[in-house]
T-cell receptor
């Protein structure tokens, strides 16, 4: 089945220790998104890639970076995690950008910063 | 700006009860509207969608109708089950004229169904 896969599902890291979260997709979609979802809150878009073009949200901290080496994979790098970065991180894809383009979500990575 | 407002939760129902979760939106033009469901510990799954006025989205016994006159997209189910316990998010994607194609989410409504 075509799908969005996130690894790991659970990640624990120490304050200030860099961490990388992985997302892969078999849908061959052009657009990949990263969302941060804190407890009991709505998902918040961090950035997205349209193909190789990176689009950062204005309020995304510089501590968060992303890489998309090819169509299938996208990584979220947190350079120096703080306690406030504890959250679920959701990856999503869509075939294209614009109206009627449904987003498909992965299961998420639950990150805990100690 | 573009926004989604959902009814405050949590909502607790008994099995086979009728469910309504209210959702209203503010957007320019004609947005697409979505309901996503998030089961405990999991990511979001698209439950249903509607892309134009008067469209009815339906899936797994859930329904929602795109009402442009009241800018609403209320989620309903006639008879809930314990397995429907989850958090439900209403969301929209604005039109190109609105300047952004990203999903705008409501805050979510937690539903608990008791046997």
């Amino acid at each position: 089945d075509a799908m969005v896969i996130q690894n790991p599902r659970y990640q624990v890291t120490q304050f200030g220790k860099p961490v990388t979260l992985s997302c892969s997709q078999t849908l061959n979609h052009n657009v990949m998104y990263w969302y941060q979802q804190k407890s009991s809150q709505a998902p918040k878009l961090l950035f997205h890639y349209y193909d190789k073009d990176f689009n950062n949200e204005a309020d995304t901290p510089d501590n968060f970076q992303s890489r998309r080496p090819n169509t299938s994979f996208c990584f979220l790098d947190i350079r120096s995690p703080g306690l406030g970065d504890t959250a679920m991180y959701l990856c999503a894809t869509s075939r294209d950008w614009g109206l009627y383009n449904e987003q498909f979500f992965g299961p998420g990575t639950r990150l805990t910063v100690l | 700006g573009n926004s989604v407002t959902q009814m405050e939760g949590p909502v607790t129902l008994s099995e086979e009860a009728f469910l309504t979760i209210n959702c209203t939106y503010t957007a320019t033009g004609y947005p697409s509207l979505f309901w996503y469901v998030q089961y405990p510990g999991e990511g979001l799954q698209l439950l249903l969608k509607a892309t134009k006025a008067d469209d009815k989205g339906s899936n797994k016994g859930f329904e929602a109708t795109y009402r442009k006159e009241t800018t609403s997209f209320h989620l309903e189910k006639g008879s809930v089950q314990v397995s429907d316990s989850a958090v439900y998010f209403c969301a929209l994607t604005p039109t190109p004229q609105g300047g952004s194609e990203k999903l705008v989410f409501g805050k979510g409504t937690k539903l608990t169904v008791n046997p």
